[in-house]
Nanobody, 122 residues
Framework: VQLQASGGGLVQTGGLLRLSCAASGRPFSSYNMAWFRQAPGKEREFVAHTSVSGALKGYADSVKGRFTISRDNAKNTVYLQMNSLKPEDAAVYYC????????????????WGQGTLVTVSS
């Protein structure tokens, strides 16, 4: 499956953004989907994931209550709604896909998008 992330940009602290990740190539509804992020000089970290149906969702503690992951299987798209953004949320955000068990481990995801940059000004 090919993944195309979009929606990043520059936002002020406290602002909001919605990221999108469009999938193509294989049945989207077969894949668990996740968002990861990587800030300069830091390791890639898990942000959120959702199961194939969207019924199961999980979040990193750092974004819980502020970010919401959702998916539209009819549109082959997964979203990440980011509210109350903080400077520490600034990073390149990647969407990823995998079959099988839902996990927070990036190494277990098979397909990755190209990333979209989120910048948060203080």
């Amino acid at each position: 499956v090919q993944l195309q992330a979009s929606g990043g940009g520059l936002v002020q602290t406290g602002g909001l953004l919605r990221l999108s990740c469009a999938a193509s190539g294989r049945p989207f509804s077969s894949y668990n989907m996740a968002w990861f992020r990587q800030a300069p000089g830091k390791e890639r970290e898990f942000v959120a994931h959702t199961s194939v149906s969207g019924a199961l969702k999980g979040y990193a503690d750092s974004v819980k209550g502020r970010f919401t992951i959702s998916r539209d299987n009819a549109k082959n798209t997964v979203y990440l709604q980011m509210n109350s953004l903080k400077p520490e949320d600034a990073a390149v955000y990647y969407c990823a896909a995998k079959t099988g068990i839902l996990t927070t481990k990036g190494s277990e995801y098979d397909f990755w998008g190209q990333g979209t940059l989120v910048t948060v000004s203080s």
